[in-house]
């Protein structure tokens, strides 16, 4: 479907829209990859698909990171601590997360941030997906025997 149809006339600010791309295109993405998942057979000549799908994952990953790291003036925020406290442990005695504690100029930029930040991170599960128990690496003999009998039947 692309992403322009619904974006065409809703951008008031481009660093968002860019962020709102990243979410469309992510989104197909991960739909295509679960039907591919679904419905293709673990055969040589389906690696090719594979391949493809994860470097399209790859390629928008890319494209969100290099956002990420030149963000407008007024996207960027500031670190302002970090935690490593956790109260025995217990992280919902904590006052914030552990880590990195960051400010925003306000919500409505962390929450178009931190869309992108999320896009990535299903962007990885889509290419961990993909890879796992051999599914884009040499198949065993045994899986090439299957996939050769069920396409012989075809």
Not at 56 to 65: L, N, S
Not at 134 to 145: A, E, Q, Y
Request: glycine share 4%; aromatic share 8%; charged share 25%.
């Amino acid at each position: 479907m692309g992403v322009e149809w619904w974006l065409s006339d809703a951008v008031k600010d481009e660093a968002a829209a860019i962020s709102q791309r990243f979410a469309i295109k992510t989104a197909e993405l991960r739909a295509e990859a679960t039907r591919l998942m679904s419905t293709m057979a673990r055969c040589p000549e389906n690696i090719d698909i594979m391949l493809d799908m994860i470097r399209r994952a790859q390629t928008v990953d890319q494209e969100a990171m290099n956002w990420l790291q030149n963000l407008p003036e007024h996207f960027k925020f500031k670190t302002v601590a970090w935690e490593d406290h956790v109260p025995n442990g217990d992280y919902e005695k904590a006052e914030v997360f552990p880590g990195r504690v960051d400010i925003y100029q306000d919500f409505w930029i962390a929450s178009v941030l931190n869309m992108a930040r999320v896009c990535r991170l299903i962007l990885a599960s889509v290419i961990n997906m993909l890879r796992p128990r051999g599914r884009v690496s040499t198949p065993s003999p045994t899986l090439l025997h299957r996939c050769l009998i069920s396409s012989a039947g075809t």
